[in-house]
């Protein structure tokens, strides 16, 4: 038997447009089928309430909820996590909706919403999410309150008021508990959270990868510097070192491991912090080369990658020092000299023979590497965004026929030839630049200064740094992406480049989002021990966190008390109300006291008849309190006259 909807639910439209836009806070994760049957769930229940359509039999809610479950488990194989957990709550809310009768279902599609907005924020704690965040909350909120204002209730608006006044007295507790509650190690409040990585370098290149991450203008991350800024010629990050090569893409190695070659600095040291945007791998940017590290955040590798132990999923900041002039490596093991002149066994032979003729020709690793660059620099090569696609022997194709690429496209085909020479050599990926933003003081690099690079062992000085671009486009290296390509090229930033207006709101809004980085989405348990110290605190432990919480709660609770009793105190009376209690007062020596139902009039006249001795005072007393009371205008001393009156009844 189907069970009626309530015809015109208390609250309905409100409960479903927060849970609107709760899922919608998901849109870019959930899958599409999750996406259609909530929404499907949020038309129909409206639909029914509007036209009085039943519920559906409890069979069908029974076999829903069932589906549901066996949907996630085979989407996700499992039912925890932010992802599947996500899934699995949206698909709740829509079976939920399928038996909403009172306001007890609201209220737990309510909660259901609040779930979503905050499982949103452990995905994601990108500042510009954050509007959204607060606008469903105060949504679920005020539905909660109209759902329980009655039927004599306010307005939506009037319950979308409350809970705005209600969330901002619930600031100061809000602040007490981010400052002060424990803070869980790792990523934000010890969730990792996988899906909040955006695109960022791969462990992989092929010609074109760096071309389609170079359209991008998002922020890779952003550095603040101890001292001055280092010129555009050493800004070389690096990042993931490429060893691997199949013909036509260079790779990684996975699980391998081969010795650490010692690093002799030769110049001073560039020391500063660097903030990196989440990019789901483990390594860590660094100012080419880096030297010194937070050990137990970093290590270093064999090719002098800066890894993390886990993937950075969230932001991460990393204080670094580097030295841009080193010797890397002294003596080359014979495991790694062997990786790094490996060439594919078959494919691109143009371009080996190339190298074995320079080899013959030149015999010096250096001399051929020079040999390289000339025939980039003097030969008609074209530095552009959108290489054409090159066949299956790319680097043939590249440097024998279409000779327009991208920094990947130099980068590769330079290391082939060396290794075809016989000279060690490895592709190196990262960023290179960046933009100084002047209102934040920091460098922000975007993933738009992707990079490419080639490193070379010589004997007489170990890896060296070799950019064949810079051969080809010295620009890019000097001035950035936007000047070393066609102004018909799809570089990002060109409207800031010519619109003074645009440039400095962009940097604004970048200093923004730095500010929120820094001081919200990476407030750690250092931090908060940090701003216990700034407070006095000497040596600040996890005793004196819970003092100081304790303390902050009950001062929050203590305020809270003093203004709700405050605000809901007895109103005063006015004078004439306060006169006549006192003349009540008195009376009630001689047996009078007022009836439960005898107005004041009343009552005077009463106490005029069964007191003779004051007939006289208390029937002045009535018309003062008379005239004061309900007289049009009351007349100029009666107030003083009244009060003379009331002070010299006697007893």
């Given at each position: 038997?189907?069970?009626?909807?309530?015809?015109?639910?208390?609250?309905?439209?409100?409960?479903?447009?927060?849970?609107?836009?709760?899922?919608?806070?998901?849109?870019?994760?959930?899958?599409?089928?999750?996406?259609?049957?909530?929404?499907?769930?949020?038309?129909?229940?409206?639909?029914?309430?509007?036209?009085?359509?039943?519920?559906?039999?409890?069979?069908?809610?029974?076999?829903?909820?069932?589906?549901?479950?066996?949907?996630?488990?085979?989407?996700?194989?499992?039912?925890?996590?932010?992802?599947?957990?996500?899934?699995?709550?949206?698909?709740?809310?829509?079976?939920?909706?399928?038996?909403?009768?009172?306001?007890?279902?609201?209220?737990?599609?309510?909660?259901?919403?609040?779930?979503?907005?905050?499982?949103?924020?452990?995905?994601?704690?990108?500042?510009?999410?954050?509007?959204?965040?607060?606008?469903?909350?105060?949504?679920?909120?005020?539905?909660?309150?109209?759902?329980?204002?009655?039927?004599?209730?306010?307005?939506?608006?009037?319950?979308?008021?409350?809970?705005?006044?209600?969330?901002?007295?619930?600031?100061?507790?809000?602040?007490?508990?981010?400052?002060?509650?424990?803070?869980?190690?790792?990523?934000?409040?010890?969730?990792?959270?996988?899906?909040?990585?955006?695109?960022?370098?791969?462990?992989?290149?092929?010609?074109?990868?760096?071309?389609?991450?170079?359209?991008?203008?998002?922020?890779?991350?952003?550095?603040?510097?101890?001292?001055?800024?280092?010129?555009?010629?050493?800004?070389?990050?690096?990042?993931?070192?490429?060893?691997?090569?199949?013909?036509?893409?260079?790779?990684?190695?996975?699980?391998?491991?081969?010795?650490?070659?010692?690093?002799?600095?030769?110049?001073?040291?560039?020391?500063?912090?660097?903030?990196?945007?989440?990019?789901?791998?483990?390594?860590?940017?660094?100012?080419?080369?880096?030297?010194?590290?937070?050990?137990?955040?970093?290590?270093?590798?064999?090719?002098?990658?800066?890894?993390?132990?886990?993937?950075?999923?969230?932001?991460?900041?990393?204080?670094?020092?580097?030295?841009?002039?080193?010797?890397?490596?002294?003596?080359?093991?014979?495991s790694l000299r062997r990786r790094d002149t490996q060439l594919p066994p078959s494919g691109n032979p143009r371009t080996v023979a190339l190298g074995r003729e320079l080899r013959e020709r030149h015999g010096d690793a250096r001399e051929?590497?020079?040999?390289?660059?000339?025939?980039?620099?003097?030969?008609?090569?074209?530095?552009?965004?959108?290489?054409?696609?090159?066949?299956?022997?790319?680097?043939?194709?590249?440097?024998?026929?279409?000779?327009?690429?991208?920094?990947?496209?130099?980068?590769?085909?330079?290391?082939?030839?060396?290794?075809?020479?016989?000279?060690?050599?490895?592709?190196?990926?990262?960023?290179?630049?960046?933009?100084?933003?002047?209102?934040?003081?920091?460098?922000?690099?975007?993933?738009?200064?992707?990079?490419?690079?080639?490193?070379?062992?010589?004997?007489?000085?170990?890896?060296?740094?070799?950019?064949?671009?810079?051969?080809?486009?010295?620009?890019?290296?000097?001035?950035?992406?936007?000047?070393?390509?066609?102004?018909?090229?799809?570089?990002?930033?060109?409207?800031?480049?010519?619109?003074?207006?645009?440039?400095?709101?962009?940097?604004?809004?970048?200093?923004?989002?730095?500010?929120?980085?820094?001081?919200?989405?990476?407030?750690?348990?250092?931090?908060?021990?940090?701003?216990?110290?700034?407070?006095?605190?000497?040596?600040?432990?996890?005793?004196?966190?819970?003092?100081?919480?304790?303390?902050?709660?009950?001062?929050?609770?203590?305020?809270?008390?003093?203004?709700?009793?405050?605000?809901?105190?007895?109103?005063?009376?006015?004078?004439?109300?306060?006169?006549?209690?006192?003349?009540a007062r008195r009376l009630r020596r001689r047996g009078l006291v007022p009836g439960r139902t005898e107005g004041p009039i009343a009552f005077l006249d009463r106490a005029a008849a069964e007191c003779p001795d004051l007939a006289s005072?208390?029937?002045?007393?009535?018309?003062?309190?008379?005239?004061?009371?309900?007289?049009?205008?009351?007349?100029?001393?009666?107030?003083?006259?009244?009060?003379?009156?009331?002070?010299?009844?006697?007893?």
């Open positions: 038997m189907r069970e009626p909807a309530q015809a015109g639910l208390r609250g309905l439209d409100g409960v479903l447009a927060a849970l609107a836009v709760s899922v919608a806070a998901h849109f870019a994760n959930l899958p599409g089928w999750a996406l259609l049957l909530v929404l499907a769930a949020i038309a129909w229940r409206w639909t029914a309430d509007r036209r009085g359509l039943p519920l559906p039999p409890r069979w069908l809610r029974v076999t829903a909820a069932v589906a549901a479950l066996v949907l996630v488990l085979a989407g996700y194989r499992t039912v925890n996590g932010i992802e599947a957990g996500t899934a699995f709550l949206v698909l709740m809310a829509a079976v939920k909706l399928l038996e909403t009768r009172a306001a007890r279902d609201l209220t737990v599609l309510v909660f259901i919403a609040w779930f979503l907005l905050y499982a949103a924020l452990l995905r994601d704690q990108r500042l510009q999410l954050l509007p959204w965040l607060l606008a469903g909350t105060l949504l679920a909120t005020g539905a909660l309150l109209r759902v329980y204002s009655g039927s004599a209730g306010g307005s939506r608006r009037d319950s979308l008021r409350r809970a705005a006044t209600l969330m901002l007295q619930a600031l100061p507790l809000a602040a007490a508990l981010f400052l002060l509650f424990p803070r869980l190690p790792g990523p934000f409040w010890g969730l990792s959270t996988p899906s909040s990585a955006r695109t960022g370098l791969s462990d992989e290149m092929t010609p074109g990868d760096v071309s389609d991450l170079s359209a991008s203008g998002e922020p890779a991350f952003r550095v603040r510097f101890d001292g001055p800024l280092p010129p555009p010629a050493q800004r070389y990050w690096r990042g993931p070192v490429l060893h691997e090569f199949d013909g036509r893409s260079w790779r990684r190695p996975r699980g391998q491991a081969f010795p650490e070659q010692s690093v002799t600095a030769l110049g001073a040291p560039v020391d500063y912090q660097i903030t990196l945007e989440p990019h789901d791998r483990n390594w860590i940017l660094a100012l080419d080369l880096p030297g010194e590290w937070p050990a137990q955040q970093a290590y270093r590798a064999y090719d002098f990658t800066l890894l993390s132990p886990r993937p950075l999923t969230d932001v991460a900041s990393y204080r670094l020092r580097s030295y841009p002039t080193v010797r890397a490596g002294t003596t080359l093991p014979v051929i590497s020079q040999a390289m660059l000339r025939l980039f620099r003097n030969q008609p090569f074209e530095y552009t965004m959108q290489p054409p696609r090159l066949a299956s022997d790319a680097m043939d194709e590249f440097l024998f026929s279409t000779r327009k690429g991208f920094c990947e496209h130099y980068a590769s085909a330079f290391t082939l030839v060396m290794r075809a020479a016989g000279v060690p050599a490895r592709v190196v990926t990262g960023y290179q630049g960046g933009e100084f933003n002047t209102i934040g003081g920091y460098l922000l690099v975007r993933q738009s200064d992707a990079h490419a690079w080639s490193e070379i062992w010589l004997d007489d000085s170990g890896w060296v740094r070799v950019d064949p671009t810079a051969a080809v486009a010295p620009e890019r290296i000097e001035r950035g992406l936007i000047n070393a390509v066609g102004a018909d090229e799809p570089a990002p930033g060109r409207l800031r480049q010519e619109s003074e207006l645009w440039l400095q709101v962009t940097l604004t809004w970048d200093v923004v989002n730095d500010f929120w980085n820094e001081r919200f989405v990476r407030f750690s348990a250092a931090r908060q021990f940090d701003l216990l110290e700034s407070l006095g605190f000497e040596d600040p432990d996890w005793r004196t966190l819970g003092l100081g919480l304790a303390a902050s709660l009950a001062a929050f609770f203590v305020a809270l008390s003093v203004y709700v009793g405050w605000k809901h105190r007895e109103p005063p009376r006015d004078w004439p109300a306060r006169l006549h209690a006192e003349t005072d208390l029937a002045r007393i009535r018309e003062l309190y008379s005239g004061l009371r309900y007289g049009p205008r009351p007349g100029a001393g009666d107030l003083s006259r009244l009060k003379h009156l009331v002070n010299r009844l006697r007893a």
